[in-house]
């Protein structure tokens, strides 16, 4: 059964850092980009980050520019979001997803219909909670 699983949310206090995972099972990550989105309360859901299949070309939205870093290990499935100096308003629950397409499409990850559609992705993990609080 296809799966994306992420872990590593948690409460933090602001300026702090988290690293969260998504790890695939019953597939290989190999040939797919894969993003990061998020959900704040009463708030459509956003992407966050994006990385293509080799790793080669990372994409952010410009809330996170320079503060989220998104890297991939496929030998261990897995892809991580870095986040540092997080901020108030990065609390939400992050969710990490892939559509089949981006086997097909290198640049999936270039401009900016990757974050700004979410119903290109078919696939959808669980999700899991940030909260920067003090």
């Known amino acids: 059964q296809l799966q994306l699983v992420e872990s590593g949310g948690g409460l933090v206090q602001p300026g702090g850092s988290l690293r969260l995972s998504c790890a695939a099972s019953?597939?290989?990550?190999?040939?797919?980009?894969i993003g990061w989105f998020r959900q704040a309360p009463g708030k459509e859901r956003e992407g966050v980050s994006c990385i293509n299949s080799s790793g080669g070309s990372t994409n952010n939205a410009d809330s996170v520019k320079g503060r989220f870093t998104i890297s991939r290990d496929n030998a261990k499935n897995t892809v991580y979001l870095q986040m540092n100096s997080l901020k108030r308003e990065d609390t939400a629950v992050y969710y990490c997803?892939?559509?089949?397409?981006?086997?097909?499409?290198?640049?999936?990850?270039?401009?900016?219909?990757?974050?700004?559609?979410?119903?290109?992705?078919?696939?959808w993990g669980q999700g899991t909670q940030v909260t920067v609080s003090s």
């Open positions: 997803a892939f559509s089949p397409l981006s086997e097909y499409l290198p640049a999936w990850c270039a401009g900016s219909r990757w974050y700004s559609d979410t119903s290109l992705y078919d696939y």
């Open positions: 019953g597939f290989t990550l190999d040939y797919y980009a």
